[in-house]
């Protein structure tokens, strides 16, 4: 009997098993990729993650009882914090929603207007989207040229409204002022530079075989899922739900739309875009409702906002007239209530405001599409690899201003 | 004399880690139109590197007080002393060599190795949950990366039939041809799977998984910080000039030029003068700095893979491949020679 047969006989050997802890991570509100101050509690085994619960409120403002104590047109720039990464947007929506309760009337031109610069807000949020999207998958050089794009729309917008980020331009009544000279110009110059640099991100990510490996197929959000969870916007149309309020929401949002052309940003069931046949096709691995779609249709949806840019463009340089005069501070708000949603960037945002026969609002409420989107995440992220929970979570593309407001 | 080599060594080597910190800051900026550092020491900002060595090593000394007060201060170190001891047996030339061994192929394999042990101290001892996960992506693919590493180090050794490097070196004298990438075709896949492995086993970008920025925070260096965390970098640049020095003696000609010109350029001249030696080291260090630029130009190009994807790329492809081109040089050599 050999040595080694007498040791593995031995009663005493028994063998050793190895004891796996499930152990809790508490990923932000300090991280590099939880875009903002957001809070994960992970619960791992391994690298394996079986539950994330999201923790929120670390950016909660009070922006809806501040908006019970100022004048409805004062409660603009508090909109611009919301998404401060498309604040026109937010604009748009709360000035629609006050609108709405005046049975304003913003003239055409206004509307063209308007058109012009919430799209170029949508670009340039989606680039921010797109470009934080390669950061939270370890690529930065897309990054760079996502925000060198950006620039030159907040170039833009600085040029027309003085402000960079926060620009409380779009006013209740119409905009703060119209257009400088020489500016739809330079927008067009812009247009033409977005088209060859998005071809550009294409090459870096769309078509890049570790890129396709980490997003296609992972975090998978069925139909069914988004509808019920509440999701909107890219997230909502990455899962093949064809379905945007510029199109079919309330008429006073839509009529914007009407006269322009432009495809909803999202696949059918076999994964195909409509008019994509410039654009890189699918990878074989990517399923409807992944990460990749929901970066593709952001991708997508940009170059169809360029399209409305330039339709509106056209139709702001044919028309004539004011751009809307913004109503007054003191201007009462009639007794009832109105509630709009738009289609913002991160999805449908929604503003509430009851009128009480004065000038401040009795009831602000805003429903954030971010706040719907980001509860998804513990659905989506059961089973997934810890690399794997910046990659959905960033595919969800969510903003903290909103989702905590 | 050893000491004498190591002691120079030991300044020629940070000088060129410190060029590298540069180098990687000024190419990274160039490829996301940026333009990097630009005004410390006057232009181009190439006295960076130095302002960032006070800078780190005028912070604060922190250690984290859930972290092993032994092991996490012997990390950092380690680090540089496995970084650094593989120059102890690079040759740069035919004379130009720090220590001459006849098992050098072996023991570089054998330091490049201790690298493992620092970085899963480091993530052991840090106390924190990412820099645990982190050194434990690292034990995972830098065990696995070292098999076909050492695979494809077996073709050149099988070419010449010696593990000595200088003698390596030597085999390739001749121009391009000659050089052991171009000898057959397995060495030529023998090179590119070399590349793979030495990006993986260096955690390089797409490989940067132990430190992976946007999951693990910074992974095992999560909790270092000033000179500790300065040791760490400069530890990383130091290995990626090593392998890509090792790279270039062993496929890519050492220090014999691409083209076989006679005196007095030196290359591929037989004589033994100084002058033949500083343009032989002048040829590998070119050769080398090339590997380093392709290494940050694919750091700054590509998103990082996910673990189960590194160890598929390791197992499916990188061995396989080298294993297909140790065979296949084996046999090529019992055919042709």
Redesign the interface.
């Known amino acids: 009997m050999t040595p080694l047969r007498r040791l593995l006989e031995e009663e005493s050997w028994e063998p050793v098993e190895l004891r796996t802890e499930e ?1 809790f ?1 508490n990923m932000g509100p300090q ?3 939880t875009h903002g101050v957001l809070r994960l509690v992970l619960r791992a085994r ?2 394996v993650v079986t539950e994330v619960v999201p923790y929120i409120g670390y950016l909660h403002r009070c922006a809806e009882k501040i908006g019970e104590n100022v004048a409805a047109q004062q409660w603009i720039p508090y909109t611009d914090r919301m998404d401060y990464l498309a604040a026109m947007n937010m604009n748009l929506g709360w000035a629609l929603t006050v609108e709405k309760l005046l049975g304003l009337e913003v003239p055409e031109r206004g509307r063209h207007l308007r058109v012009i610069l919430v799209e170029l807000d949508r670009i340039a949020s989606h680039l921010v989207a797109v470009g934080t999207y ?8 897309p990054f ?2 996502c925000f ?1 794009e950006r620039e030159k729309i907040l170039n833009l917008f600085e040029w027309a409204s003085g402000a960079r980020l926060t620009y409380s331009f779009i006013a209740i009544g119409g905009a703060r002022a119209d257009l400088p000279s020489g500016w739809v110009e330079a927008c067009h110059q812009f247009l033409d530079e977005l088209g060859p640099a998005l071809a550009e991100i294409h090459d ?2 769309t078509t ?1 075989a ?2 396709v ?2 997003t296609a197929g992972v975090g998978v959000l069925a139909p069914s899922t988004a509808i019920a969870y509440g999701c909107t916007g890219p997230v909502l149309r990455g899962s093949g739900v064809a379905w945007d309020l510029r199109r079919v929401g309330e008429p006073i949002y839509s009529r914007m739309y009407q006269d322009y052309e432009f495809q909803i940003a999202a696949p059918d069931a076999t994964g195909r875009y409509p008019d994509a046949a410039k654009l890189p096709s699918p990878p074989k691995k990517a399923v409807v409702g992944d990460c990749w779609h929901r970066y593709f249709v952001r991708m997508y949806e940009m170059e169809q906002s360029a399209k409305i840019v330039r339709q509106a463009l056209d139709k702001y340089t044919a028309s004539s007239g004011p751009v809307g005069q913004p109503i007054k501070h003191t201007h009462k708000l009639p007794r009832g209530e109105a509630y709009l949603e738009t289609e913002c960037p991160k999805g449908q945002m929604g503003f509430f405001v009851v009128g009480n026969d004065s000038p401040i609002p009795h009831r602000v409420r805003a429903r954030s599409s971010s706040f719907c989107n980001l509860s998804v995440l513990s659905e989506l992220c059961r089973g997934a ?6 990659a959905i979570l960033g595919s969800l593309d969510i903003v903290l201003g909103e989702v905590d407001r | 004399m050893v000491l004498v080599n190591c002691a120079v060594l030991l300044v020629f080597v940070i000088t060129v880690a410190a060029f590298l910190i540069w180098a990687e800051r000024k190419v990274a900026a160039r490829i996301q139109d940026r333009l990097g550092p630009t005004r410390v020491g006057g232009r181009f900002g190439w006295l960076q590197s130095v302002a960032d060595a006070i800078k780190v090593l005028t912070k604060e000394d922190i250690i984290p007080t859930q972290a092993d007060p032994i092991l996490f201060r012997t990390a950092p170190y380690l680090a540089f002393v496995a970084a650094f001891s593989w120059y102890i047996a690079l040759p740069f030339s035919r004379n130009l060599v720090p220590a001459r061994l006849e098992v050098a192929a072996l023991f570089l394999l054998a330091v490049g190795s201790l690298e493992i042990y620092a970085i899963l101290l480091g993530g052991y001892a840090s106390g924190s949950k990412w820099s645990l996960i982190g050194g434990m992506r690292e034990a995972v693919q830098v065990i696995s990366y070292e098999i076909p590493l050492a695979l494809c180090l077996a073709v050149p050794v099988i070419l010449s039939g010696t593990m000595d490097l200088v003698a390596i070196g030597e085999h390739q004298r001749g121009g391009i041809w000659s050089w052991f990438m171009f000898r057959n075709p397995f060495s030529f896949l023998a090179f590119w799977v070399y590349v793979t492995a030495a990006t993986a086993s260096l955690n390089r970008a797409p490989f940067d998984l132990p430190e992976a920025e946007s999951e693990l925070v910074s992974g095992y260096m999560t909790e270092y910080s000033g000179f500790r965390w300065g040791a760490f970098m400069l530890s990383e640049y130091i290995a990626m000039f090593a392998i890509s020095l090792l790279g270039a003696i062993v496929f890519l000609g050492a220090w014999y030029g691409p083209i076989p010109l006679t005196q007095p350029f030196g290359f591929g001249s037989d004589s033994a003068n100084g002058f033949d030696d500083l343009l032989g080291a002048l040829t590998v260090g070119m050769k080398a700095m090339l590997g380093v630029i392709v290494m940050i130009w694919v750091r700054w190009s590509l998103p990082r893979l996910r673990i189960d994807h590194v160890m598929t790329v390791c197992l499916k492809y990188c061995m396989p491949l080298a294993a297909a081109a140790f065979v296949g040089t084996l046999l090529w050599q019992t055919v042709f020679s």
């Open positions: 152990i991570i991280h590099p990729s391994g690298e390669a950061l939270d998958l370890g690529s930065f050089t760079m040229y060198r870096l990510l890049n570790i890129f490996h980490r690899l810890i690399a794997d929970i910046p």
